[in-house]
Structure formats: C-alpha cells, structure tokens
C-alpha cells in the first residue's frame, strides 16, 4: 500500500470543508484560498481547487463576483451563500463528531479482554 496515496486521500476528503471554512469569514479569490491552505500545511496544487470551487458554485454553496485588479486581470471573488453558511455550520458540527471518534480510537490504550 502506498501511505503517499493514502495521505492524498485523506486530504481529499476534508478539502471541501476546508475551502468552505476559508470563506466562512470573508470573500477570497483562488489564489488566497490556495495560500491560507498552503500556510496551514494542507497542500494543494490549483488544478484540484478549481474544479471544487465550480461544483461547489454549482452546488449552491459558493457564489463569486469579478474585481478589477491593479496587478493583472479581474479576479473572481467567491463567498460563501447562505445555503453554504448552513452546510458549513452542519460540517462543523459533523466534523467535531468526527475528530472526536477518531481520536478516541487512535489513541485508545484500554486492554482487550
């Protein structure tokens, strides 16, 4: 087995929270998405974000907005809507859940019977 795949794998499926917790606060366009990933370790290269970023726009969820830049062409503004609000705050709510059962069992030293 190889653990690079399985690391992937991992990042993969809680890459759609992640975006959607970036955007929580404020509207962000592509590059500053990749960047608040990249600073908090969670690599991850454009030609993944991109794709996500449409389907979770054509999901309800995202909405965007074009801005003239002053450095190179208009960029596009994603933010959450508020469908996307709520299914944040169902993610979180699923995500403690999660983290929770899984750091019981990771770190789970009982004795077996």
Known sequence: ????????????????FCILSVLRDKEAYT????????NAKLLVVEGTVYPLLTRLKNDGLLNYRWEESTSGPP?????????????????NGTWAELSGAVNIITTNKSKKS
């Open 31 to 38: 590059s500053e998405i990749l960047d608040t990933l990249k």
């Open 1 to 16: 087995m190889n653990i690079e795949n399985t690391k992937a794998q991992m990042r993969k499926g809680v890459l759609e």
């Open 75 to 91: 960029r596009k503004y994603y933010g959450l809507t508020e469908i996307g609000k709520t299914f944040l705050t169902e993610l």
